[in-house]
């Protein structure tokens, strides 16, 4: 059973209070029905004065009865104070202390009635007369009937009968006489049993009156309780759904509203995943909370710039999604995409213009999203490799070359079980391409039916079907086996340079791996150089705790591809480079470009001043070798030099070749 004291389902009344409300509308019910009896019964006695002579009388205590019983009436009809005007009248909408006060003027209002029945002694000479008998059947009746009638509210009823029948035995006993006598004690008798009776009525009423508010209060709860249960479901699906940071869907979401959405494929649908460009540069200089700025603005924008019905996604970090009803959409995808990475590129408040950009990959019209998915990437990928703010649609070059990844994710792990991939090696020279002095490992595979396979392909598609350390391992082990056939020939001086991913360094214990191996073999450790891309130097905190025990045991590090990326010097610094190979987009046709001979210069300038050789990459042409003679580069590599080579073939160009020097 609850308290009495605890608040009700609607926070605002107790159980007592909603006990005290019922009984209000319970004795006004009863008033409007029993008001009119009480009329017939004082015209009833007005009659019956009139008959026997008491006219002025009978005529003065009718007017009077009238008075209060309209009185009566008209309270029963005054509206209670409500907590809601808004919400109907019932009592869990009744203002408690309107209630009170009602219920006491019902109260006063029962007193005046009573004593103006008491009075009918009057109309029978204090009940001597002979009349007496129809007046105490008359009373008689009523009381019990007050006491009907008002079987809510005991004080109500009794407040009626206690004037009237005290005033029935005070006669009685002023008239003297023992009948009166036990006349009157018998009418105090019936007064308390009355009494009593009113008490037990109330009592059963609010017994049922706590039953039913408790039971409504239990269900009103249970609702509420459903209702924020609903709710916090709701609540907990949007926050699963979306992400906390830019309200946009998250990766389930998308999913999610992909699975619901009213077609039975996505056919009609185009699928654009983005990736910002140059958003590390904004945390590493600003911090998080500018970047989280910059992921809010980007996400509005996007939303901004598409149509309502398109779905817009966080997918992760930097990156994003859309998919979007093509067939409802008259632009095509290359339009859109134009519009998304110019609505990016508009400078962003406190930041430089032109820092962040968007690279977007674009597949429309295909039946499986986790096929559009895959093929968007790969488009992404494709754009990024274009430089920032370019979009790329996938197309059957990207096709065919998905194609070819998913034949190498497949035969991959027999081919490093059989020993069908083989390490090439390609020299660089110094001495402005006159002497050899190092050679790069690159990994080859024949694959028999997609050919030669490029070593950026096969150590992405390791690194992804969880082959990286096989690879790795494998290359390790060849790059090791030339090491001591240099040592053989007496050509220890000569280095052996061999490419790590970004993705190798995060999942692979390179340094142990490295380290354990030319122990094991007995190979000076500065005979080996370790290339990590600029993507890799530039975030320190993966690369840095490895390198470092690479660097300490005496092995060199080289960044490649240098210039496409948004490597600082001071990682550079950190990382302890010792060269840095520019890419070859600068350097093929760099004797046509006065632009790529600027960008050259200033790499040149840069690694003079800290002290880091620099290699031009990609040298195909006699022109390009002259032009980078006369900007002061010294180390080169390419194709006009000599292209990559296995071992075997490898060792027949030494033994003729004019620049080796031992």
Not at 146 to 171: E, Q
């Amino acid at each position: 059973m609850m308290s009495t004291t605890d608040p009700s389902a609607t926070g605002v009344l107790s159980l007592q209070h909603l006990t005290h409300a019922d009984q209000l509308m319970a004795v006004r019910r009863s008033m409007l029905i029993s008001i009119p009896v009480s009329v017939i019964l004082g015209l009833a006695s007005l009659f019956v004065a009139l008959h026997y002579g008491h006219w002025l009388a009978g005529l003065l205590w009718f007017v009077a009865s009238s008075v209060v019983n309209i009185a009566r009436v008209v309270l029963c009809q005054f509206p209670i104070r409500l907590l809601n005007p808004n919400e109907p009248v019932e009592p869990k909408n009744l203002d408690p202390k309107s209630v009170k006060d009602h219920l006491l003027l019902q109260c006063i209002a029962a007193a005046l009635s009573g004593v103006v029945w008491a009075f009918v002694a009057l109309l029978c000479d204090g009940y001597t007369a002979p009349q007496t008998v129809f007046y105490l059947t008359l009373l008689c009746g009523i009381t019990a009937g007050a006491i009907t009638a008002g079987f809510a509210y005991a004080r109500m009823p009794i407040c009626y009968i206690v004037p009237v029948l005290v005033s029935v035995a005070a006669c009685l006993v002023y008239a003297g006489g023992f009948e009166q006598y036990c006349l009157a004690a018998t009418t105090i008798l019936y007064l308390a049993a009355l009494t009593r009776g009113a008490w037990e009525g109330e009592g059963l009423f609010q017994q049922s009156s706590r039953l039913k508010n408790e039971a409504t209060w239990m269900a009103e709860s249970l609702k509420t309780a459903r209702d924020e249960a609903t709710a916090a479901a709701v609540e907990m699906g949007h926050r699963a759904a979306h992400d906390a940071l830019t309200g946009l869907l998250n990766r389930a979401g998308l999913m999610q509203a992909v699975a619901v959405l009213p077609h039975s494929n996505t056919a009609d649908f185009t699928l654009m995943l983005l990736d910002l460009d140059g958003f590390k540069s904004i945390n590493d200089a600003f911090g998080h909370k500018a970047g989280d700025r910059v992921l809010i603005e980007v996400g509005r924008r996007l939303r901004q710039s598409l149509q309502d019905d398109a779905l817009v996604a966080r997918w992760g970090g930097d990156e994003f999604a859309v998919l979007y009803n093509s067939a409802c959409n008259n632009d095509a995808p290359s339009i859109v995409a134009t519009e998304l990475i110019a609505a990016i590129s508009i400078p962003f408040g406190a930041f430089d213009a032109g820092r962040i950009g968007v690279s977007i990959g674009i597949c429309a019209n295909e039946h499986d999203v986790d096929e559009m998915l895959v093929r968007a990437d790969a488009a992404l990928y494709r754009a990024k490799a274009q430089g920032r703010n370019h979009y790329y649609l996938f197309d059957d070059d990207l096709r065919d070359h998905l194609e070819m990844r998913r034949d190498i994710e497949r035969d991959l792990a027999k081919a490093l079980s059989t020993d069908s991939l083989e390490v090439w090696f390609q020299p660089i020279l110094g001495d402005g391409g006159r002497k050899v002095t190092d050679f790069e490992a690159l990994v080859r595979w024949m694959h028999p039916r997609h050919g030669w396979i490029p070593s950026t392909d096969l150590v992405a598609v390791a690194s992804l079907s969880g082959l990286a350390e096989p690879l790795f391992r494998y290359i390790l082990k060849d790059t090791c086996a030339m090491m001591q056939t240099l040592r053989a020939m007496d050509l220890g001086h000569l280095r052996v340079a061999m490419n790590m991913s970004p993705r190798e360094m995060a999942q692979i214990d390179v340094d142990d791996l490295i380290v354990t191996r030319l122990r094991k073999l007995d190979l000076p450790a500065s005979m080996l150089e370790i290339e990590i891309t600029e993507d890799t130097a530039k975030d320190i905190r993966i690369v840095q705790g490895k390198l470092a025990t690479l660097i300490n045991e005496g092995v060199r590090i080289a960044v490649d591809d240098f210039g496409v990326g948004y490597s600082s010097m001071s990682s550079l610094r950190q990382l302890h480079v010792d060269r840095i190979k520019i890419d070859r987009s600068f350097v093929q046709g760099i004797a046509g470009s006065k632009d790529d001979r600027n960008v050259v210069q200033s790499i040149l300038s840069l690694g003079k001043s800290l002290g880091i050789e620099v290699v031009a990459e990609g040298v195909e042409t006699d022109a390009d070798l002259q032009v980078l003679r006369q900007l002061g580069c010294t180390t080169m590599q390419g194709y006009y030099f000599a292209k990559p080579m296995p071992p075997h073939e490898l060792l027949v160009w030494l033994n003729n070749s004019s620049r080796l020097v031992r």
